[in-house]
């Protein structure tokens, strides 16, 4: 039942983002969402929203929700930054209060959300019939290779005959209940692996989505599928004389391998940690969500790193080139500054790209070249100075149209511009979770591209990153 609305909810907050005042209804969802009176406001959409209102120095309005575990709370919002003797607090007034009991949590929904995960995680999918007899077999990794040929080989037998069942005899029949979840051993993979087996409705069986099966009266699955989920990404493993067997260079194991499936749980640590940090799951101290912040950030830091790796071996493979096409750089320019605007805003800095009027037709590989100015854009926000300018340039020399970006931070010495372009290379920096790596892949993108790229720096004079590509035949001169 939805509560009657209440007019309005009047707080105040200070320069740090702490909520010093505030009526009894906002008061208390601050100690239900884990804040304190007086303390860092604890609803995230709030917060948010103060903090923006508090950084530009304008009144802003919007409709706002947050959760106690409990209940679901909506008000329309609106806070205003308060004069400077109040040190950059703003006046919050939140209208038509109302507070709506949460619905029960759908376990099946939650389940399904779980199945459809370890689904995207499993490197073996099979189907089966009513008896778990196989009907298809099909693997996604190099060490179960033995199992689907054995399988494809033995349709119709039970897929138990392939694989063991830890825990279960040879002669012992289970229940496909028992089977799901099951930790199994397959010849010819030295990886554990968990069995998964999802019940397939009966021809003529009302399905609507429900995958549960033998759980309808009197009713059993018509079929199954099963996918089998590794403990562990496939990596190197012992030759028979204890020896590690190398890898041959066309099955490397960062692109092909590892990256695959870390990608995956990461996400789900990042996307599990953001609902902690936001207190979407319930109330919350202010402590563990700035721990579960941290936690975030680290894992889009080893996303990052396990990008810039995959592209480490791309670019150094003995085949690697790039698919040149006719692209206008300065459109380019303006979509890399575009998006990386926002972050810019942020930290004070304005990036001044290319005029809309502008044009320089060069011959490249559009998301080549993207990718390094996000990555020549992405470092001059990162390190220079707060209130500072990044300036994007264009200027065509002979048959090379150029791209520069110029920043105004602390400059480079000639010894830092000589090791700046090498693999892991960060001049000493540390904490910022970066790889050294980005400058390293621009640089051979750009040569892949048949263009270059290099920089111009002092001590103090901030620093000019020169992308050059070859420029369209029409345009180049002379």
Known sequence: ???????????????????????DLLSALQARCGGAMPGTIAVPALLELVRKARRFGLKLARPISAQDGVDSITAWAEVEPLAAPTQGGCSIMLRHWQTRPLPPEDVDVAALRRLEIDRELAQFHARLDARQCVLTAEAEAADLAELSGAMQDGIGQPWTTFVTVEGASDQQALHWRLLDGAPVK???????????????????EQSGGDQSGGDQPGGEPGGFELYLTPDAPLGQTPAPNGEVAPRSTEARLIGRDVAPVLRQPIARIIANAETIRTKMAGPLADEYSAYAADIAAAGQHLLALIDDLTDLEVVESEHFSTAPDQIDLADVARRAAGILGVRAREQGIIVDPPHADEALPAVAEFRRVLQVLLNLLGNAIRYAPTNSQVWVRLE???????????????GLSDEQQARLFEKFERLGRSGDGG??????????LARAMGGDLTVESAPGQGARFILSVPAAPSTATG
Do not use: C, E, H
């Open 186 to 204: 397959v010849p010819g993979s030295q990886r554990n692996w968990r069995a998964g087996l999802v019940p397939i409705p009966a021809t003529g």
């Open 1 to 23: 039942m939805t509560t009657a609305a209440t007019d309005f909810v009047r707080a105040t907050s200070d320069g740090d983002d702490r909520l010093v005042s505030a009526d």
């Open 396 to 410: 065509q020399k002979g048959t090379a149209a150029q791209v520069i970006v110029a920043d105004q931070g602390p």
């Open 435 to 444: 790889s050294g790596l980005g400058l390293y892949i621009s640089r051979k």
